[in-house]
């Protein structure tokens, strides 16, 4: 079996499903999970429409996204993975939801090191956005600094929308 977690939605899907595909025996499985879709959720609401325009902006940096000279990436890699797993001769056996939902338990504590883990979240958006002429830099900033100060108070929920696919590669026709 063939597993792939968390990378091809980072990849020019089109140019990378045959080259694993070639990795596999005719008959063997694989299984390509976290495969982002589009919806990067953070509660509570800040300013609704600027909370909007930061998450479109956010998914067009993963759709405008270049790795050696080539497209890499797709903010809605899980939807498209079903025509283009059988476009490449993938046969498709299960898909399903794999969202992460990060939210914090008892007295506002996040679990484990998943505090870290959505500050890590807020600076890669920060990182990704900072300098973009659709954003003014001060207000940015701010929701940013708001983001951050909502995790060290367990108020912050995350979620995002990815899918997993299980299926066969029948061989080359
Ligand atoms: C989000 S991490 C996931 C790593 C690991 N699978 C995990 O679950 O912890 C994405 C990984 O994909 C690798 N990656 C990104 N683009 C790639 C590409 N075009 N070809 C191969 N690996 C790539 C990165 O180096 C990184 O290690």
Redesign the pocket.
């Known amino acids: 079996m063939l597993t792939?977690?968390?990378?091809l939605d980072?990849?020019?899907v089109g140019a990378?499903l045959p080259k694993l595909f070639d990795l596999l025996a005719p008959g063997g499985l694989f299984y390509f999970s976290?495969n982002f879709d589009g919806a990067t959720i953070l509660q509570p609401t800040i300013d609704p429409s600027l909370d909007a325009r930061i998450e479109r902006l956010y998914h067009q940096t993963m759709d405008e996204r270049v790795?050696n000279g080539r497209l890499?990436g797709d903010s809605q890699t899980g939807r498209h993975l079903f025509h283009q797993l059988r476009a490449a001769g993938g046969v498709i056996l299960a898909a399903g939801g794999s969202d992460w939902v990060v939210f914090a338990g008892e007295n506002g504590v996040y679990p484990a090191d998943e505090a870290y883990f959505l500050h890590f979240i807020i600076h890669t958006m920060h990182g990704a956005l900072a300098g973009h002429p659709a954003l003014e830099t001060a207000v940015f900033d701010n929701w940013i600094a708001q983001r951050h100060a909502q995790i060290e108070s367990g108020d912050l929920v995350y979620i995002a929308h990815q899918l997993d696919f299980l299926g066969r590669w029948p061989g080359k026709p």
Do not use: G, Y
């Not at 792939?4 to 990378?7: F, R, S």
């Open positions: 792939l977690h968390a990378v980072l990849t020019d990378t976290i790795v890499s």
